[in-house]
């Protein structure tokens, strides 16, 4: 008895690039075609067993067949074989179907040259790949898009055939539904507000919709007939030309894209197009459909949402996160062209008197006017900040230890200019560390950190100087050095519990889920913040330990309160930038949902933004996250990476929007347009949002306003031990 199996890496018409297939009787191997390198290791490993193989194959040609469409003919086109997924589709059973000439199938709708074609092709031994209109049993048609394999003999001649397939009725069924209703479709593209045109192959227009006079202020007869490139800007031509190539040369089914238009008056216009293939009967592109829609407003909100998150409101200087997202950038490219950069960190002496004798509106003002000479004073190469409320810092690239010395000495110089402040004169000063790289740090974040800490030694040794950083600052730090030595043995005795803070939907009011908040109780000294040991944490890698204790335990408690009949709630686990990045996250994430017992739906990773400066990492990591059933949601959105246009790369689910624009959101209108802005643009990219933070009814009612759907925050509750947390699910059930 012959068994056949058959092995598709890419599959469907567009996706199948080789097809092995491996005979095999009894103890030897005929190989019938080989184009892969992996066929011609199996051939050359003599150790592989003939019985794994087999196995391996049954397994492939298992999958094979729950996905594609399958059918093996011998050279006459008699059917000698029909997989499940063809009985399906064609309504006869294997018993009606095998022994039958696949003529039994033919609809008569194609012409004999058509065949004619397909048998000359794949007789000759090549693949023929096409679309084929079939009859089912019951009469109803079927296209199908085909594929056929020729197997060949030890001769180079075809003697049977296996035809992969893809049932396609439904996409025609759509295209013969557009040809026959021709003219509601003109009715409603001549009536749409989008641009709709048509473009041949060379790129003339053929079509244009009459909204073209109220967009681009042309009229048809102008647009009409002219080539299509030549309206597109400069420096998005090249672009677009590729995208129309590639969609006419490869029948690639369609493709989206953002470019600039040009009007009528000579100004742009940003639009945003997806780009449709129209099918002729043979199956050849002969047009495009572009849709055209403006978006110049919603690029206008993306650039003001940006500016507003990565700017400081009041010194318009950038904010910690841009400068975090600038220094990262620096850092990688100093470290990758062997040069020197330099960050210094100014803290205002004493502000904290100006605001309490001065007023805040006049502390306002001197943060103001240092912002101001800082900007005159500084290299237009160098980059500054303001990092908080009295604290600036400058990176500096390409520099040296002197070039430092001398921006601080200018620095402070600069601020100690008389300012007039509640009309008297002030004399301002400030206390500046210094840190480089390589000499200080081996991180973006480390070298901000340790510019700090030498800011803070300058404070503590009398104000009003500059320090470099030295290894002394950091190691005489007694509490640090305690913290983490008791860190270490808390994670090994296990001295963490979990704290639940539950998230609530605005509309209703009802509960939809919780966030796990670790918490330390030392035996001796107490509670201990997160604020002080989970960044010891980062620092010294103990994250990955805590994190992954974190992460079981939440998710064996949440098990636990399914399985006492409490309600289903997805549990939110934060997960650090050192956590997302280390090796293995998936099957680490796996294994504690498997040794748990909790579903996958039940889990919610919390990220935050600043970890996805590297793009394409971060993806791929995700995406093995995603496939999990896992829910991703980005934790303190608007604060990090901050980019609308990354979001469509990434499979996260929920927007976070961070506490910083929920505080002042009844008071600061900049901070009700960010967070009136994410709401906006989550909803188009079909996103959940959830704002942190809420704790007065006139924030939350702000919240109802601009239809955020989801809230967490003290206002609701404050984060509840375990047994707090069950009475608290008690009540509302």
Known sequence: MVKWYYIILNYFWDKICYIWVIQVRKTTTNFIELRSHYIEELKENKTIKLEEVIQELADLRYALDQAAIVTITDDKG??????????????YTKEELIGQNHRMLNSG???????????????SGNVWRGELRNIAKD????????????????????????????????????????????????LITENTSDVITVINKEGDIIYVTPSCS????????????SKFIPWIHKEDQETVQYMVNSIFNTKKPSGE??????????????????????FSQSDEIDHLVLVIRDITKRKYSEKMIYHLTHHDTLTELPNRSYFMNHVTKEFYHAKVNEVKIAVLYMDIDKFKNINDSLGHENGDIALIEIANRLKMMLNPKDFIARIGGDEFAIIMVNTSKEQAIMIADKVMVEIQKPITLAKEIHTITASIGISMYPFHAKSPEELLKRANIASDEVKAKGRNNYLF???????????????????KKAIESDQFTLDYQPKIDIKSGKIIGMEALVRWVHPELGRISPGKFIPIAEETGLILELGELILRKGCKQNKQWQNQGYPKQQLSVNLSTKQLYQKNLSDKIEAILEETGLEAQWLELEITESAFANISNAQTILLKIKDLGVAISIDDFGTGYSSFGYLKHLPVNTLKIDAIFIRDINLNPESQAIVNGIVDIAGKLKLNVIAEGIETNEQLCILREVSCPQGQGFYFSKPLSKEKFERYLKEII
């Open 469 to 487: 950083f030295n290894k002394n600052m950091e190691e005489n730090s007694l509490e640090r050095i305690l913290l983490e030595n008791e860190l």
């Open 139 to 186: 009469g109803t048609i079927l296209w199908l898009d085909t594929t056929i394999v020729p197997f060949l003999d030890e001769n180079g001649k075809p003697f049977q055939f296996v035809s992969i397939r893809d049932d396609i009725t439904k996409r025609k069924q759509m295209e013969e539904q557009i040809r026959k209703s021709e003219e509601t479709y003109r």
């Open 214 to 225: 109220h967009v681009l202020n042309y009229q048809v007869e102008e647009v009409e007939h």
């Open 257 to 278: 894209m953002e470019f600039q238009l040009e009007k009528k008056d000579g100004t742009y216009l940003d639009v945003e197009a997806n780009i449709s293939p129209i």
């Open 109 to 123: 709708h194609h012409s004999r040259d058509y065949y004619k074609n397909l048998w000359d092709t794949v007789n």
């Open 78 to 91: 008699n059917i000698l074989y029909v997989n499940s997924q063809f009985c399906k589709i064609s309504k």
